[in-house]
């Protein structure tokens, strides 16, 4: 069974930091394609970042280029999602995704099967 398990949200102000990790059982972490989603209230689910698990080639969406990164430790089986310049629009439930597939459409979140429950992030203006 797949599990994956996200923590580190929070509260911050604007311009603040945050770190979320994502620990993945069940799942092989050496293969596929794993990554950040979000979902504000009354919004739809919107990709944040992926990684492709065995190049380690990384995608963003265009509204957080530059502020975040989606660094590993494969060592440890956890997939981080560094948030630096947060801002309100940021405010959103964050959600860990993977999938065995090796190249899925990586910020569709439809090629994603296995989900993980979130954690949230609040920015205050």
């Known amino acids: 069974v797949v599990q994956l398990v996200e923590s580190g949200g929070g509260s911050v102000e604007a311009g603040g930091s945050l770190r979320l990790s994502c620990a993945a059982s069940g799942y092989d972490y050496s293969r596929g394609c794993m990554g950040w989603f979000r979902q504000a209230p009354g919004k739809e689910r919107e990709a944040v970042a992926t990684v492709y698990s065995s190049s380690g080639r990384a995608f963003y969406a265009d509204s957080v280029k530059g502020r975040f990164t989606i660094p590993r430790d494969n060592a440890k089986n956890i997939l981080y999602l560094e948030m630096d310049n947060l801002q309100p629009d940021d405010t959103a439930m964050y959600y860990c995704?993977?999938?065995?597939?090796?190249?899925?459409?990586?910020?569709?979140?439809?090629?994603?099967?296995?989900w993980g429950e979130g954690t949230q992030v609040t920015v205050a203006s």
């Open positions: 995704a993977a999938t065995p597939f090796l190249y899925p459409e990586p910020l569709a979140a439809t090629a994603f099967q296995f």
